[in-house]
C-alpha cells in the first residue's frame, strides 16, 4: 500500500516539521488506520508490529476529522 492510497485525517503539512514526517494518522481503504510517530522503546512489541507515540492533540484531530 502506497501513501497515496491512504486518507490523511491530521496535519495540512505546513506545520514546522515538514510536509510528510509530522505524526499523523491515515484511514486505510479497508477501514483501518495507519499512525506515524516516534518510535516508542516502551516495552518490546511483538515481531511484526512496532510501538508509535503520538501527541494527544494528533489524535483528537484524527477523531474530528472522522465526526466522531
Known amino acids: 500500500m502506497s501513501r497515496e492510497e491512504l486518507t490523511r485525517l491530521t496535519g495540512n503539512g505546513n506545520g514546522t516539521c515538514g510536509k510528510d514526517d509530522c505524526p499523523n494518522v491515515y484511514k ?3 477501514g483501518g ?3 506515524q510517530g516516534a518510535v516508542s522503546h516502551a516495552f518490546t512489541a511483538p515481531d511484526g508490529e512496532a510501538l ?3 501527541p494527544e492533540e494528533i489524535l ?3 477523531v474530528r476529522a472522522l465526526g466522531w
Open 52 to 54: 508509535v507515540e503520538i
Open 28 to 30: 486505510t481503504t479497508s
Open 60 to 62: 483528537r484531530e484524527a
Open 33 to 35: 488506520f495507519v499512525v
